[in-house]
């Protein structure tokens, strides 16, 4: 009896992308259909690790093509690890990555980069371009029953059980009727050369009477000298193990020797995951000893802050029934990743150097990497040498630290931040224009992950870190006509007093130039920003930063209403004006005021009155 099951939503939608976006790279099924055959004889490896006896008679793990010209069929045999029924449903009919779902429902169905695609282990399914019927027969090592699932990959599946006398996958795809050239075994044979020759089992072409024939060279491409590797090998091979399409941006295929030895081929894809920021996203390395995989779970391999390294170690030096668990507290793969991140870091130093192809990988993972100088103590003031930063002085150009500090003012002890949520924006912040008045250039910084690696790296190279609020006076001194200071004292005094709910202090500034008011917070608190991150986060409620009220004893506007305080008549007039500069204090820096309705109409009014 078979039982007929419908395609999750979201795959039926997939499928429709997949099919369409595809088109003119139909031959990618048979590298992706190899890749899962190579990923299923890596998982039964694995097993038989620990469980010897559940390949017992399977002979020799490989991959066997069969082309059928009669029937215009083809046929992807392996004898890995098989599937049950739970996993054909799970894996076949729905798409079990986090964050797929919504992705696809937001994408558009044209216009979707094939790179894209390549994220989400459609792998599968791609099938479906060349054959208008696949059919699936397997059995799961381990277990006696085996499973056929049928679908004509456009609204679900059929699934029944069978007898299947060897465990492992047949995947029999009915192609099109003008897909007749997957038949040819001349094609095929370039198709495997050319795509799937680094794949680490014998891939064997079927030709009938004539016997099986191997066609690629089935060696670990890692094992093998830099110097025999095209850099054609390189990107497939990066294609096999990320599951991505793009070309990496950096290759990075190394052997350390000495106290533990190990091979490392390392890679940085050329476009962002599109999970690379949920939180369930880990880094994926996969981990091999002595060309046997072991795991891609974990975790101590890569810190998280460069969870979007793709590639593999391999370590001849860690036992090959090494469980999990014995891997998370080995002090090996923690000297492995020690050694692995010096030479991502010396890596990325000199890629760095070229700044608009550097530039590509920031923008893609620069967000991520930053995390390092919060995360990785050790490493962290590198890190901080190869982050870029949005600053004053150049709006569209990113910058370093180190070229910071070649630029800062003879005068200038500090480093200079400040955070918000968009560049521009910040550009315009009042706290910034005494810097931009004395020439000191500002880093504006937007990521939430600022408002943390700020508070770890309190210095770099000698030089301290600071917020624009914590920088000194004395830097910006000035000659200009000032509030007379009786007045200006009776003036704050009287501001402290009407805004007593609202701010914490009201304190005189040399800071300011064009702005009469700014606010900011006392030394070492939250920042404004980061606790309105918080709060939309729903975080946190209870704490809020004491409010700093600033106040610019140079602007005119400051120098009348000094003047007006001691005049009792003027007093209502004065305090409504000191009400509408709070609220433009607080809008400059992004906050709600408190009664929008009440500034909006003195606003008009005193608009009025300037006709
Ligand atoms: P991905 O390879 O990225 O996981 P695919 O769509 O290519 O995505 O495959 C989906 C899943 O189906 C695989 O993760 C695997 O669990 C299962 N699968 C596919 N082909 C095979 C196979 N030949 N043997 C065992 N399992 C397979
Ligand atoms: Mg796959």
């Known amino acids: ?82 599937m049950n029924k739970d996993d054909l449903i799970n894996h076949l009919g729905t798409i079990a990555k986090s964050g797929t779902a919504d ?55 059929e699934i029944e059980e069978i007898k299947k006398p060897t465990i492992g996958t047949e995947i029999k795809l009915y192609l099109k009727e003008d897909e007749k050239n997957y038949v040819d075994t001349i094609y095929l044979r370039h198709l495997i050369r050319t795509y799937s020759d680094h794949i680490n089992y014998p891939i064997m072409l079927n030709l009938g009477d004539a016997g099986e024939e191997k066609i690629n060279s089935a060696s670990a491409l890692w094992s093998k000298n830099k110097a025999e590797i095209t850099q054609e090998q390189y ?30 081929l390392l890679y940085i894809p050329s476009t962002q995951p599109y999970d690379l920021f ?98 990785d103590f050790s490493n962290r003031e590198d890190i901080a040498s190869l982050s870029l930063f949005h600053t004053t002085l150049n709006e569209d150009k990113l910058t370093t630290l180190d070229k910071y500090i070649e630029r800062m003012k003879e005068e200038q002890k500090a480093i200079y931040y400040i955070t918000g949520d ?28 600022d408002e943390f690696w700020t508070q770890a790296l309190s210095n770099y190279k000698g030089k301290a870190i600071k917020h624009v609020s914590q920088a000194e006076d004395v830097l910006f001194e000035r000659t200009e006509t000032k509030a007379e200071e009786g007045s200006l004292q009776k003036l704050t005094e009287l501001m402290a007093e009407i805004f007593k709910d609202e701010v914490g202090k009201v ?42 009220l600033e106040v610019n004893p140079y602007h005119p506007l400051i120098i009348k209403l000094s003047e007006a305080v001691h005049d009792e008549t003027g007093r209502i007039k004065v305090e409504e004006i000191c009400r509408i500069l709070l ?25 009025l009155k300037s006709f």
């Open 235 to 264: 990107k497939d091979f990066y294609q096999h193990i990320s599951h991505n399409f793009d070309e990496p941006w950096m290759t990075l295929h190394f052997k350390a020797e000495g106290s533990i030895e190990y091979t490392g």
């Open 583 to 607: 609220d433009q204090a607080k809008i400059a820096e992004g906050e709600p005021i408190s009664d929008p309705a009440y500034y909006a109409a003195k606003i008009s009014e005193y608009i």
């Open 422 to 449: 968009d560049v521009k924006v910040l550009a315009n912040n009042p706290q910034l224009e005494a810097f931009k008045q004395k020439g000191i250039e500002v880093l504006l910084l937007t990521d939430p992950i």
């Open 278 to 375: 949920q939180p369930d996203r880990k880094q994926s390395l996969k981990l091999y000893v002595n060309k046997v995989f072991i795991s891609d779970k974990v975790e101590e391999l890569m810190p998280n802050y460069l969870r979007f390294v793709k590639g593999l170690i391999d370590s001849s030096d860690l036992p090959l029934n090494i469980s999990r668990e014995m891997l998370q507290q080995n002090a090996l793969v923690a000297k492995i990743r020690q050694g692995t991140v010096s030479r991502l870091l010396k890596e990325l130093k000199k890629r760095s150097e070229d700044y608009d192809d550097y530039l590509k990988f920031w923008e893609n993972f620069g967000t991520a990497f930053k995390e390092g100088i919060y995360e």
């Open 103 to 157: 992705f696809v429902a937001n994408m558009k169905d044209n216009g979707t980069s094939t790179e894209l695609i390549g994220q989400f282990g459609v792998g599968f399914y791609s099938a479906f371009m060349v054959a208008e019927k696949v059919e699936i027969l397997t059995r799961k090592a381990g277990e006696d029953i085996a499973w056929r699932w049928v679908s004509d990959g456009i609204d679900g599946f």
């Open 507 to 548: 304190v005189i500034t040399e800071k300011l130039t064009n702005s009469p008011v700014s606010l900011t917070v006392e030394n070492g608190q939250m920042s404004i920003h980061l606790e309105r991150l918080m709060r939309n986060h729903q975080q946190q409620t209870a704490f809020a930063s004491t409010r700093i």
């Open 1 to 82: 009896m078979s039982e007929k099951i419908n395609f999750q939503a979201e795959v039926n939608k997939m499928l429709g992308i997949v099919i369409n976006s595809l088109y003119s790279e139909k031959y990618i099924f048979l590298r992706e259909l190899i890749s899962n055959a190579s990923d299923a004889c890596d998982k039964l490896r694995y097993l038989s690790l620990t469980k010897p006896d559940i390949a017992k008679g399977n002979g020799e793990l490989k991959i066997v093509i069969t082309p059928n010209e009669k029937d215009n069929t083809l046929i992807i045999a392996d004898n890995g690890i098989g």
